[in-house]
Structures are given as C-alpha cells and as structure tokens.
C-alpha cells in the first residue's frame, strides 16, 4: 500500500498528514517532506499519522531524520497514531524527545 | 508447541525493497488463515518485514539475491522461515536494544529494526546451513504479547 504525504502550514506549525503504510519502501516520500517542513521554520512540526497503517523502523529513521532537521528549540508532535504504531516509537524510546498525543 | 500445516507455502522474491510489499501479502494471508488477531498479524508481519528489510539493505547489500519465504500455518499460529544466501548474519547477533541515554540522533536505528523484530515474536531461531541464513520466527495465536502496550 502506498503513502501519501501532504505539507501544509497552520499558524505557526508546520503539518505533515501521512496516509498510508510507511516502510523502507515509502519512507524516502516522508523523508523529502521532512526537509521541505524543516525549512518552513515554524515552532513546531506536527506529524498527523491516524491514517498510517503500518510503521517499519524506516519509520522510526525518518522521525530521528526530523529531530536532526529542526532546531533544538522546534517540537515536533506525532498526533493520533494507531496502538502499534505508538508502541513501536515508544521501544525505540522516541518518546522522550517526540511528544506522542491522540489528537 | 504450536500446531502447523506438515507442508509448507513457500514464495520466493529477489532481495529487494519493491519485493517487501509481497512477502508482507503473503505473512498477512497466513496470518488470517491461522486467525491471528490484529495485533498478533501486525507482530507477526513487522517481524518478518524487518528481518527481510535487513536483508535486503544490509545483507546483499544492494546486491543481487534471492529471499525465499516458506510459512505454514495452523489454528495455534504461525511459522514463518527467511532464508537467504548472504554472508552469514545472526540476528540476535545483530540486536540493538535502544538505548535511553543515548540522544536519537546519535542511536544506530539499523540493529533497532532486528530489536523490533526479535520483540514481536513468540520464538525466535537462528542457523547458518549450507551458505544460507535461516531464520525461523513463530507468533502464537494465544501467544503473549512480549512488548504489551502501557496502561
């Protein structure tokens, strides 16, 4: 299944809604959108995810990709990711440095 | 033990990233003839797609190669066996727990993969044969989730 990926801005965040099932073979979609986002320089990079599927640990590579594209004072905040999907960024401990919230 | 089909289905794909996409098909088509669960699927294919994943990027490195798939399936759950001909990799070898201290942009994601996949499973087996790498990996119907949500 392939991912969508769609850039918007809202205020002062910038919005990445991804759709779909990201893995090895999709991630490199999410990681072109990350550096078109990093480059908006909003306070915050919002990653909306409720329509992702699956999430491999590209996934995960992705989300470290992003922390190392933004500012230190940027949040960047996963919004309304499916039980396995938050499960697999908490084992990675990404959790520490990416707020995770329902909505 | 877990009940399972005498023979297995095998399907076999070249060692690449747009071949993925098949091997996960044919782990969620096991997945639901032996009636896993949601959850139990998800492990079972993240699994699969991760050792495979590795195989494809790290193993032939880019490479020509072959991945040959072989599951059976029964009412207690699933089996799946990964073989390749790369030079010989033990995943649990290869396993990176992550590291809390550690800031993410200085973590080796790679070996996560292989923590991930060695976290979602019910039993894990590794042996290198006659130049192959074989991994054996098995989710339970029943099976207990190794890594269960928080509360």
């Given at each position: 299944m392939p991912l969508s990926v769609s850039l918007s801005i809202e205020g002062d965040t910038t919005v990445i809604e991804l759709s779909g099932e990201l893995d090895a073979k999709t991630a490199p979609d999410f990681h072109r959108t990350i550096e078109k986002a990093a480059g908006h320089g909003t306070t915050t990079v919002e990653i909306r995810m409720?329509?992702?599927g699956y999430m491999a640990s590209a996934g995960l590579r992705s989300l470290v990709f992003a922390q190392q594209k933004v500012a230190d004072d940027v949040t960047i905040k996963v919004v309304g990711a499916i039980e396995p999907v938050s499960r697999t960024i908490r084992t990675a401990g990404l959790d520490r440095s990416i707020v995770l919230s329902d909505e | 033990m877990v009940e399972l089909a005498r023979t297995p289905v095998v399907l076999e794909v070249p060692a690449?990233?747009?071949a993925l996409g098949d091997v996960a098909a044919f782990v969620l088509r096991l997945a639901g003839r032996a009636g896993l669960d949601r959850r139990a699927a998800y492990r079972l294919r993240l699994a699969v797609d991760e050792l495979a994943t590795n195989i494809v990027m790290h193993g032939y490195r880019g490479g020509d190669g072959r991945i040959t798939v072989r599951g059976r399936s029964g009412p207690g759950g699933v089996q799946i066996t990964l073989e390749d001909s790369a030079p010989a990799f033990d995943p649990v070898a290869g396993r990176l727990p992550p590291c809390p201290g550690v800031p993410p942009q200085d973590?080796?994601?790679?070996g996560l993969g292989i923590h991930l996949a060695l976290t979602s499973v019910d039993a894990f087996a590794y042996v290198y044969r006659d130049g192959r790498n074989i991994s054996t990996l098995t989710v339970k119907?029943?099976?207990?989730?190794?890594c269960p949500p928080r509360p």
């Amino acid at each position: 299944m392939p991912l969508s990926v769609s850039l918007s801005i809202e205020g002062d965040t910038t919005v990445i809604e991804l759709s779909g099932e990201l893995d090895a073979k999709t991630a490199p979609d999410f990681h072109r959108t990350i550096e078109k986002a990093a480059g908006h320089g909003t306070t915050t990079v919002e990653i909306r995810m409720a329509g992702v599927g699956y999430m491999a640990s590209a996934g995960l590579r992705s989300l470290v990709f992003a922390q190392q594209k933004v500012a230190d004072d940027v949040t960047i905040k996963v919004v309304g990711a499916i039980e396995p999907v938050s499960r697999t960024i908490r084992t990675a401990g990404l959790d520490r440095s990416i707020v995770l919230s329902d909505e | 033990m877990v009940e399972l089909a005498r023979t297995p289905v095998v399907l076999e794909v070249p060692a690449t990233v747009g071949a993925l996409g098949d091997v996960a098909a044919f782990v969620l088509r096991l997945a639901g003839r032996a009636g896993l669960d949601r959850r139990a699927a998800y492990r079972l294919r993240l699994a699969v797609d991760e050792l495979a994943t590795n195989i494809v990027m790290h193993g032939y490195r880019g490479g020509d190669g072959r991945i040959t798939v072989r599951g059976r399936s029964g009412p207690g759950g699933v089996q799946i066996t990964l073989e390749d001909s790369a030079p010989a990799f033990d995943p649990v070898a290869g396993r990176l727990p992550p590291c809390p201290g550690v800031p993410p942009q200085d973590r080796r994601i790679g070996g996560l993969g292989i923590h991930l996949a060695l976290t979602s499973v019910d039993a894990f087996a590794y042996v290198y044969r006659d130049g192959r790498n074989i991994s054996t990996l098995t989710v339970k119907a029943e099976g207990t989730d190794p890594c269960p949500p928080r509360p």
